[in-house]
C-alpha cells in the first residue's frame, strides 16, 4: 500500500528493473561512446568510507525517480524521462580561476586522482523531505589541490552545464540557468564535501547529475550542484541561482537549520522518503563537525 | 437528455472517478517515493478543477443555452468540497499528525497555508447551506448572496497553489486565468 515495507534486501543485492530492462541499451551506449563510465556502469574499486549513517538507506528506485533537475522539468519524476537520453560521456570541467594550475580535466582523469569510496550520507531536500543515498566520490579538496588554489582564492564557484536545445524544459523551470552555486573555500575544502561520481555502486544516472556533481551533506539539497562543466576559484562571494530567483527566501550558505523556517516549509521536522512519521530536523542534518566553519555567525542571519 | 435523472448519477460517478483512480494507483503501489506529497498536490489539484466547473455552469448555461446543467451545480460544488475535505484531512493527519497547535500556528507563519485555509473555511458555509432546506430558509436573494464566497475560495484556491510552488508558475497561471475569465464574465453581465 502506500509505504512499504522495507525490503529485506540491500539494494546492492539488486539489480533494479529498470536497468535490467535496460541493459542492452546500456551496453549499446557504451560502446557508442567509447567510454568505460556512461551512467548506470558499475563501478569497481570501491572503498567502503567511514563517513556512514546507520539509518536504512533509501532504495535505488526512490533516489532515482524522485528528483529535482528543473533543467529537465520541475516535478520530481519528470527528470528521470526527460534526461534520459542526456549525453554525459564524454564530459570535461574546467577549472579555472584564482589558481596556480588551471586546466581542464576530463571526468576519467578527475576519478582516478583518488580510491572511490561510498560514503552514506543523509540528503536532506529544503522542501522537507530526506533520504539516505549510498554516493560515491572522494572529498572535493582532492581535486582542488590539483589546481594549487593561490592566496587570493576565497570562494569556489560552481556551473552546471547548459544548452538550452537539450533541456527543453529549462524554458519553463522559472529559475536563470546555467545554474550556479557556490561554497566559501574553507566549506569547499572540509573533507564532507564530496565529488560525486556515483552512487548505489554505479555511476550517476542523468537525472542525478552524471557524471559529477557535489554532494555537501549538511547543506539543503539545491546547494549539491549537478552536472558540474565549471569550477572557478574566485575572492568575491559567487551568485547562487536560487538566491538571483528568489533573494528574499535563500540566501548564500543554505546550512541545513532547524531553527530557521522558510516561508513555505517549516524546517523544524522532515519526512524520510517511505517513512510515515515525520523525523525531527537536525542542525547541519547531523554533521556537527562543520559548526566550527561559522562560529561566530548569527545562523539566523546568514541563511 | 440533460434531464434524464441518470445522468445525475453519471455526473456523480464521474466526480468520483479521481479518488477511485487515486485508490487504484495505491493499490499498485504508484503513488512515487513521496506518497503523501503526491496525495496532497492530487487532491488539491481536484479541488481547483471542480470550483472552476461550478463556476463554470452558469455561463455555459446561458453559452450554451442548456439552462439543465442548473441541476449538476450543487453536486459538482459539494464535490469540490468533498476534495477539499480530502485535502485538508491529508494536511492534517499526515503533514500535522493532528496536532492543533502546530496546524494554528501554522496557518499563521506560512502565506501559502493561510490562503489555502481561508479556501477551505469558505467552503464550509456553502457545503452547509447546500440543501434545498437552507435556500428556503435563507431565501433565494440573501443564500445568493452568501454563495458568492465561492469566488473568495476560488481566488485564495489559486493564490494558495501560486504561493506554493517555488518558480515554475504554470499551473497555477492556468487555474488562474480560467478563475479569471469566469469571474470576469460575471463582472461583464452585471454591468451590461
Known amino acids: 500500500m502506500l509505504i512499504g515495507k522495507a525490503s529485506e534486501y540491500r539494494y546492492s543485492e539488486i539489480t533494479p528493473q529498470s536497468v535490467f530492462l535496460r541493459r542492452r541499451e546500456f551496453l549499446a551506449a557504451m560502446m557508442a561512446s567509447g567510454s568505460a563510465f556512461a551512467a548506470g556502469t558499475k563501478l569497481e574499486g570501491v572503498v567502503k568510507s567511514n563517513y556512514k549513517v546507520d539509518d536504512a538507506v533509501n532504495s535505488y528506485k526512490d533516489a532515482t525517480t524522485y528528483n529535482n533537475f528543473y533543467e529537465f522539468g520541475t516535478q520530481k519524476e519528470l527528470p528521470a524521462i526527460q534526461a534520459r537520453n542526456f549525453k554525459t560521456s564524454p564530459w570535461t570541467v574546467s577549472i579555472e580561476g584564482d589558481c596556480a594550475k588551471p586546466r581542464k580535466f576530463s571526468v576519467e582523469e578527475i576519478m582516478k586522482l583518488a580510491p572511490l569510496e561510498e560514503r552514506v550520507y543523509r540528503f536532506r531536500c529544503v522542501e522537507a523531505w530526506s533520504m539516505i543515498v549510498p554516493w560515491i566520490g572522494f572529498s572535493l579538496s582532492t581535486l582542488l589541490k590539483q589546481v594549487e588554489p593561490t592566496a587570493k582564492a576565497k570562494f569556489v564557484a560552481f556551473e552546471t552545464y547548459y544548452n538550452r536545445k537539450e533541456m527543453p524544459s529549462s524554458n519553463y523551470a522559472g529559475i536563470p540557468f546555467p545554474y550556479v552555486d557556490g561554497l566559501r573555500l574553507d566549506e569547499a575544502m572540509h573533507p564532507l564535501a564530496l565529488l560525486t561520481f556515483g552512487m548505489y555502486g554505479e555511476m550517476l544516472p542523468p537525472q542525478n547529475g552524471a557524471p559529477i556533481r557535489m554532494i555537501v551533506p549538511w547543506k539543503y539539497g539545491f546547494k549539491s550542484i549537478k552536472s558540474i562543466a565549471k569550477i572557478k576559484l574566485q575572492s568575491s562571494m559567487p551568485p547562487v541561482t536560487w538566491n538571483l530567483a528568489i533573494p528574499h527566501e535563500y540566501g548564500f550558505y543554505s546550512n541545513v537549520n532547524p531553527r530557521v523556517d522558510h516561508p513555505r516549509w517549516s524546517q523544524g521536522s522532515e519526512r524520510r522518503l517511505g517513512e510515515f512519521r515525520k523525523r525531527p530536523t537536525l542542525m547541519f542534518n547531523g554533521y556537527d563537525e562543520v559548526a566550527g566553519l561559522y562560529s561566530g555567525m548569527d545562523l539566523k542571519k546568514f541563511i | ?192
Open chain 2, 1 to 192: 437528455m440533460l434531464r434524464n435523472r441518470w445522468t445525475k448519477v453519471f455526473v456523480f460517478v464521474l466526480c468520483l472517478t479521481p479518488l477511485f483512480w487515486l485508490g487504484w494507483r495505491a493499490y499498485r503501489n504508484d503513488l512515487t517515493a513521496n506518497p503523501i506529497e503526491l496525495i496532497t498536490r492530487y487532491t488539491g489539484d481536484w479541488v481547483l478543477r471542480l470550483i472552476v466547473a461550478t463556476l463554470a455552469v452558469t455561463p455555459l448555461r446561458k453559452l450554451l443555452r442548456l439552462p439543465d446543467l442548473i441541476r449538476f451545480r450543487r453536486m459538482i460544488g459539494l464535490f469540490a468540497f468533498f476534495y477539499g475535505v480530502l485535502h485538508f484531512i491529508t494536511y492534517l493527519w499526515l503533514d500535522k499528525f493532528f496536532e492543533m497547535r502546530e496546524m494554528i500556528l501554522d496557518i499563521g507563519k506560512r502565506p501559502f497555508i493561510t490562503a489555502g485555509f481561508a479556501a477551505f473555511l469558505a467552503m464550509v458555509p456553502l457545503a452547509i447551506t447546500s440543501t434545498t432546506g437552507w435556500i428556503r430558509r435563507l431565501g433565494g436573494k440573501r443564500w445568493q448572496l452568501l454563495h458568492r464566497l465561492v469566488y473568495v475560495s476560488a481566488i485564495a484556491g489559486v493564490v494558495h497553489y501560486l504561493w506554493l510552488v517555488k518558480s515554475d508558475i504554470r499551473q497555477p497561471a492556468i487555474y488562474g486565468a480560467l478563475v479569471g475569465v469566469l469571474l470576469l464574465y460575471r463582472a461583464a453581465v452585471k454591468l451590461r
